[in-house]
């Protein structure tokens, strides 16, 4: 809860451009920098501990059916491989629209997620569906690209159809103190982007320590996002119960002073129903039922949804499932 | 109804096992007691009978004291090293029965399942492990060699009976804090648990008896405060240590006034967490509810008195209510329960009268909106606001989920209003600023001093009070010096 | 008596948490104190010596920075696990030492307890040999003891297995991660020590057994630059006055060996084996004064 400046900005809903209600914060690097900076301090010890207790809760039954089926609607279904072809993504795409072929009630998945050049195929394998193609953008994963070749990779995704563009922040830029160049480029994303909505990659494992995730959550939304993301996925650490409940507390922090409604995707790493069901207790108990939809809460995964649909199948008929009951893709 | 609601999630009752009476433990075997007196515990949540216990009386006590006179001359003359194995021993067999013993101090408390797995028994064992280590190494631990009474030269030796009395708040671990370094210096024990938690005591004596503890070493007397008083009368006994309310601690030290029993008191707190303008803010609201609400506030080194920079005080306040509104009263069995029982009836009255003289006394009072379940003992979580140095809110111990805020301008003022308490025993700081950390914590007249962070308990770390929170240290290499003879 | 034809162990090292055969491939016979064959053990080389300080190097940040509480519970599972095998150490023990049965369970029961002695150090010797520093300023002042990190042993050439856990466990209660090597003539023992370590959750690498000869082995640990200590309890005077030049090239920390008629193992070890392998660290940090002008804090 940042102590300034205290803002009234009209509630909005939907990240729209709050530049004007910032604008003396961004009017130069060493205001941007006074204001990340004067952030209050994240306690790393104490965080850690707060995830992890919440992540003690047990969550069963009627509550666990909720959650798997929440978690479902919530994966953006990812693949980002040099292998990638458009077989792959066909059936993706497949498998987002119905995860599992036994039972046409499980809900589909929030989105796939692709390279640029898989966006096309990802649209048309989607057209008719509500589910979202998402497109990594600006030079993804590690995002050192010239800022024109960035924009051109955004704008290209979301010629081919892209809902949703998830950028990277440039973390050399962000570590070497310079804020504005990367609130510079958050904005122009954004602009580049259009009508589609912008998740902006902090790789957090990048950022190292927690008062940095804090800031970078921070710059992120004043610059615009619409979904503040932990990871790439490509590095070593990814979303945790801890920098995701941080994030939180950002997005939560940032509303009640600006109201305007950001949403948390952590992705990688996110492996099984329990991790699953740990986030989303996360996000129940610390910004609440405002967030628990698939508007404002993401999981960026591919292994998840297939545990998910095993502890499904389990909930359905009592039996533990097994990998040769869901598809392989 | 909220769109993530969860789903009862009980921890099963079944995995212990309560007989419907429990005798006394004296020289290793279960006794009635000598005038046939029994009392019932019952479980706070519900009000339910769990067990029908034997009443020791001063004849009870006397038998106990008699049977751990006699077993100190074997056990204290054991070589350290195999008084070691035997605490080990009862270390390990603590960790295997700890879900069991978990439920049982849930039942009997009304504290929530999730305390007792994951703080309770996880300490108990660690501090039977810990204070093992110990007994083998006395030598070691820095008293020096004993030279009063003309006797020069001597290793530190036991003092012989140990006479303890511990509070419901805690059983098992006050138990724990109690018996291991007892044990571990040479010294047998006759304890006394509180009458309305005396299960895990009466489980804990059949652990000793699993362990193949020497008969008499240990003996539980279950009992009210008569019994109490008995055992701190006792010729017999060497050593007493009480854990208890300020006003009993007083009572305890006139009793042995003129003896030459060696005497530790754990009394009563008022703690003072302060919380400066650049602390972490969403870890001190965490460290705020874990210091004040942490086992339903009944903790003697609760941060009860909230003591904020004016500054942030909207703001802080705003960011805590929102926090406790999302606290789970209810089922202390349930795996997601926050916040259980108030142990008794009569702890609840006591905490319903403080909290409505705080009103009285203008105080502003608010609590979560929070169903309160119709049977057993309960409060909600309640906060104060516009509470100054003069409200008894500020000033008596409450022991309930009460938390009292109060503001200050300067560092200076944090220090002088939290020190402003006949007690000392536990403050906390939040501050970004590590001088300011030392600074404080450098003026603060309190045994324990949390910076950002708050109720951590570990069995290497000494605790104990200031001024009328008591005197002796439970804990580390300092906790032997209260049983041995140095 | 059955005819059956008893199975014998093939005896091999224990780096890294695994059991290696030795890298040279080459094997000694090792004899009871009677001549009578008893089994090869595997002749270790210096490349054994350098992959074993690898893994003591890997594992050091995870062990020294593991709790005390946590290091401690872990000895302890060494001597539970010890207790359930003890038939099979008397056995070794009495072979390579020459003792009755009698006399080798003597030896493995106090073996057993140093496991539970050094198990109680962990959380205890931060207290014994750590504490504030009164200075004349406005600082807090702490010292605390830290492991030294990868200590290389040259374990008793006599004590087979008393001695041998006598020089080992000091070493790793305090957070240090281990290369020992093992007596020559007695590695039995030892080599099945790495079996109950393995599985007594000490996790891989923080003890590191090899056989063979010691001057062989010792030389290129001694002279390693990524080892930070050395305890020279099992060489003779010699070696260890050359192993002792060797480890002044990088100001290893050196244990000499006691005297010539050696160490009494069934003594009370006290606090220097601990002590000989720690470090002390001591932090200052501002505290500010009081005062209403100028008040820092």
Redesign the interface.
């Known amino acids: 809860?940042p102590?300034s400046p205290k803002l009234s900005a009209p509630l909005e809903q939907g990240g729209a451009p709050t530049t004007p209600a910032f604008a003396d914060v961004t009017a130069s690097d060493s205001t941007l920098r006074r204001f990340l900076h004067g952030l209050?301090?994240?306690?790393a010890?104490?965080?850690e501990?707060?995830a992890a207790s919440l992540g003690?809760?047990?969550?069963?039954?009627?509550?666990?059916a909720?959650?798997i089926d929440?978690a479902i609607s919530m994966i953006d279904l990812t693949t980002l491989e040099g292998a990638d072809t458009p077989g792959k993504v066909r059936a993706l795409a497949a498998k987002a629209v119905h995860p599992d072929p036994t039972d046409r009630t499980t809900p589909r998945t929030a989105a796939v997620c692709v390279y640029p050049d898989m966006v096309a195929t990802a649209k048309a394998a989607l057209a008719g569906t509500d589910v979202k193609v998402a497109s990594v953008a600006t030079a993804f994963p590690a995002g050192r690209a010239a800022l024109d070749v960035k924009l051109a990779d955004t704008r290209d995704a979301v010629a081919a159809g892209a809902d949703e563009i998830d950028m990277v922040i440039d973390r050399g830029a962000f570590l070497a103190g310079d804020y504005l160049k990367v609130y510079e480029e958050i904005r122009a994303v954004k602009e580049a982007s259009g009508a589609a909505r912008l998740k902006v990659i902090f790789e957090t494992g990048e950022l190292s320590t927690y008062d940095n995730i804090r800031r970078a959550s921070w710059l992120g939304m004043i610059a615009g996002a619409d979904f503040i993301k932990t990871s790439t996925g490509k590095v070593s650490v990814n979303a945790t119960p801890a920098n995701t409940l941080l994030m939180l507390?950002a997005v939560r922090d940032f509303r009640a002073q600006t109201g305007v409604q950001v949403g948390v995707k952590p992705a990688g790493g996110i492996r099984t129903t329990k991790d699953a069901i740990k986030f989303?207790v996360l996000v129940?108990?610390t910004v609440g039922?405002d967030w628990?939809d698939n508007h404002w809460f993401r999981f960026g995964a591919s292994s998840l949804l297939n545990d998910l649909l095993m502890q499904r199948q389990k909930l359905a008929t009592g039996r533990y499932s097994g990998p040769d009951y869901v598809t392989v893709d | 109804m909220t769109k993530f609601e969860y789903a009862p999630a009980p921890e099963s009752r079944s995995v212990v096992d309560i007989a419907p009476s429990y005798g006394l433990f004296i020289d290793g075997e279960f006794t009635e007691a000598a005038d046939g007196k029994v009392f019932k515990t019952v479980s706070p949540a519900s009000e339910e009978v769990l067990s029908e216990v034997a009443q020791a009386g001063a004849e009870d006590v006397d038998r106990a004291v008699q049977a751990a006179r006699k077993a100190f001359e074997k056990w204290s003359a054991l070589p350290g090293a195999e008084r070691a194995k035997y605490l080990f021993r009862i270390a390990r067999i603590i960790q295997e029965r700890s879900r069991e013993l978990a439920v049982l101090e849930t039942l009997d408390n009304g504290k929530p399942i999730k305390e007792t797995r994951d703080a309770d028994l996880p300490l108990v064992a660690a501090h039977f492990f810990y204070y093992a280590g110990w007994a083998d190494k006395l030598d070691h631990a820095g008293f020096g060699r004993r030279t009063t009474e003309g006797h020069s030269g001597a290793n530190p030796r036991p003092l012989g009976v140990a006479g303890q009395v511990i509070p419901w708040n805690f059983p098992l671990l006050m138990l724990a804090w109690k018996i291991a370094p007892a044990l571990a210096t040479g010294n047998t024990v006759v304890l006394k648990p509180a009458e309305t938690t005396p299960l895990s005591a009466l489980f804990f004596a059949d652990i000793c008896r699993q362990a193949g503890l020497p008969k008499g070493v240990v003996n539980i007397l279950p009992g009210y405060g008569d019994a109490g008083a008995a055992l701190v009368e006792h010729g017999g006994v060497n050593k007493v240590a009480f854990t208890g309310s300020t006003a009993v601690g007083k009572a305890i030290a006139r009793q042995v006034a003129g003896t030459r029993k060696k005497l530790t008191l754990e009394l009563g707190g008022k703690g003072a967490n302060i919380v400066f303008d650049d602390a972490p803010i969403d870890q001190a609201v965490e460290g705020i509810v874990t210091g004040i609400f942490f086992n339903q506030g009944q903790v003697c080194c609760a941060g009860s008195r909230l003591l904020v920079q004016e500054s942030i005080q909207d703001e802080l306040l705003d960011a805590l209510k929102r926090r406790l509104s999302t606290l789970r009263l209810g089922d202390p069995l349930d795996k997601n329960t926050d916040i259980g029982a108030i142990n008794s009836a009569e702890q609840l009255a006591r905490i319903k009268a403080l909290a409505e003289t705080g009103e009285a006394e203008g105080a502003e009072r608010w609590s979560p909106a929070c169903e309160l379940p119709s049977s057993g003992y309960w409060f909600a979580p309640t906060l104060f606001t516009n509470v100054t140095q003069a409200h008894t809110i500020a000033r008596d111990e409450i022991f309930g989920p009460v938390l009292s805020v109060l503001t200050f301008r300067t560092p200076d003022e944090a220090v002088a209003k939290a020190n402003n308490s006949q007690y000392g025993l536990s403050a906390g700081i939040w501050t970004e600023k590590g001088s300011r950390i030392l600074a404080v914590a450098n003026k603060l007249r309190a045994g324990v001093v949390w910076a950002n962070t708050f109720n951590k308990f570990d069995p290497t770390s000494p605790f104990g009070g200031y001024k009328e929170s008591g005197f002796g240290r439970e804990g580390g290499r300092h906790g032997l010096e209260a049983y041995l003879d140095v | 008596m059955s005819d059956r034809l008893s199975v014998l162990k093939t005896y091999k090292l224990y780096v890294g948490g695994k059991f290696p055969r030795s890298e040279s491939g080459r094997v000694y016979e090792v004899t009871d104190s009677k001549g009578k064959w008893l089994a090869n053990a595997p002749l270790s080389s210096r490349k054994d010596a350098r992959d074993a300080v690898v893994a003591a190097r890997k594992a050091f940040g995870g062990w020294s920075g593991a709790t005390a509480y946590n290091r401690g519970q872990i000895l302890y599972r060494v001597a539970e696990m010890l207790e359930g095998r003890k038939d099979q150490f008397v056995r070794e023990v009495a072979d390579a030492e020459g003792l009755s049965r009698a006399k080798a369970a003597v030896v493995v029961e106090a073996a057993i307890d140093r496991w539970v002695w050094y198990a109680g150090w962990t959380d205890k010797i931060a207290q014994v040999v750590g504490g504030a520093n009164p200075v004349a300023g406005p600082f807090f002042n702490l010292s605390t003891p830290e492991p030294t990190g990868v200590v290389a042993i040259v374990a008793p050439r006599e004590s087979s297995f008393l001695g041998l856990v006598s020089v080992v466990a000091p070493v790793i209660a305090t957070g240090n991660t281990a290369v020992v090597i093992a007596s020559e003539k007695a590695p039995l023992p030892a080599l099945s020590l790495g079996e109950v370590l393995a599985t007594s959750d000490l996790p891989g690498g923080v003890v590191n057994v090899l056989s063979g000869k010691a001057a062989e082995i010792a030389a290129p640990l001694a002279a390693h630059q990524d080892v930070n200590a050395i305890d020279l309890t099992g060489a003779d005077q010699e070696l260890a006055r050359e192993l002792e030049i060797a480890a002044a090239d990088n100001l290893k920390r050196v244990l000499r060996p006691q005297a010539v008629d050696g160490e009494d193992f069934t003594a009370d070890p006290g606090t220097h084996r601990l002590t000989a392998f720690l470090e002390t660290k001591t932090v200052w940090h501002p505290t500010g004064s009081l005062g209403a002008s100028g008040s820092a804090y």
């Open positions: 809860m102590t209050p301090g994240v306690d010890v104490g965080l501990a707060r003690t809760r047990s969550i069963k039954t009627t509550a666990k909720y959650a929440l507390e989303l129940n108990e039922e628990l």
